[in-house]
């Protein structure tokens, strides 16, 4: 598996599997067959509520700890300095493990800015002290990140955003370019087109359908070469063993310029996932149970 290295100097997989959405009777499984062929990098989140799975897959591995890269989130809910450091201590729990390799913010907070930042305060403190060797956040927008710089002394690793042939959030990308933040993708090959209301799905677009048919490669593979060779870490979710294996045979070709500025120009400019200045306690928060 080949690496990105983080601007603090960890090595993260430029592929890994996200279990969004994926429920917690079946994240165990998901998470066996991924490990089973090849798989480095696990994706969740305290919101999922299947951390638990996907430590429990972890531990029957047979595979020694720093062998696995494991991410986590904080949710919204658990924002503010004293409750992130709770929430790392729920996540840990669940997950069976003392060091979690990377955890974010899940979401900006816009109108409860301080509370991100209070929160964002507590990964700096868990990140000095070790119990986490990367911190970075999700869903953050140039505004968002601006601030964060401004008031924190941590520059994130990541920036977790929904990045797909439809939406490519360049701005975002580049500002987190030119900072050293890692843009990781949340659903890479458009998930999201085909389970939202959307007038077109990545899956049946021409253009990587008929790149996919050149090099013998289905179109999530050809999504997620054009990520990795345009520097984007990807985490593509499935449940489905076939689909799990076919998500991380990508590294026996290589698309040309010519077809990744194609991708490139498939840009349609709307988001399938929620605005990120609309995100509020009220309407998103959730409880997150104890380990």
């Known amino acids: 598996m080949d690496t990105f290295t983080l601007n603090n100097g960890v090595r993260i997989p430029v592929l890994g599997l996200g279990v969004f959405q994926t429920p ?4 165990t499984a998901a998470v066996t067959s991924a490990l089973e062929v090849g798989y480095r990098h696990i994706d969740t989140a305290a919101a999922y509520a299947n951390e638990r799975g996907v430590g429990d897959a972890i531990a029957a591995s047979g595979l020694a700890r720093d062998e696995v890269f494991i991410e986590t989130k904080i949710w919204i809910s658990d924002y503010g300095y004293d409750e992130t450091l709770h929430s790392f201590t729920k996540s840990a729990g669940k997950l ?6 990377l955890l974010i913010l899940h979401q900006a907070l816009p109108g409860e800015f301080e509370k991100t930042l209070g929160a964002y ?3 700096e403190k868990l990140y000095a002290d070790g119990a986490v060797r990367a911190i970075g956040v999700s869903n953050f927008m140039v505004d968002h990140l601006e601030r964060l710089l401004d008031e924190t002394s941590v520059v994130p690793t990541v920036n977790q955003i929904e990045v797909h042939p439809y939406f490519q959030q360049r701005a975002v990308q580049q500002f987190g370019d030119e900072r050293g933040i ?5 659903s890479p090959i458009g998930g999201i087109t085909s389970y939202r209301d959307s007038a ?4 049946d677009e021409p253009v990587i359908l008929s790149i996919g048919e050149k090099y013998g ?3 999530a593979q050809v999504m997620l070469r054009w990520h990795i060779q345009e520097g984007r870490q990807v985490i593509p979710k499935s449940t489905k063993p076939e689909r799990i294996a076919e998500n991380i045979d990508v590294f026996d070709f290589e698309l040309s310029a010519e077809e990744l500025a194609q991708i490139d120009a498939l840009e349609t400019g709307v988001r399938g996932g ?9 309407s998103f928060g959730r409880d997150i149970p104890e380990a």
């Open 24 to 27: 917690p009777d079946e994240t």
């Open 96 to 101: 069976g493990v003392e060091q979690l390799d």
């Open 121 to 123: 305060r507590a990964l």
């Open 182 to 186: 890692l843009t990781q993708a949340w």
């Open 200 to 203: 077109r799905r990545s899956f």
């Open 217 to 219: 490669k289905s179109a």
């Open 274 to 282: 929620p605005e990120p200045e609309a995100i509020t306690l009220e």
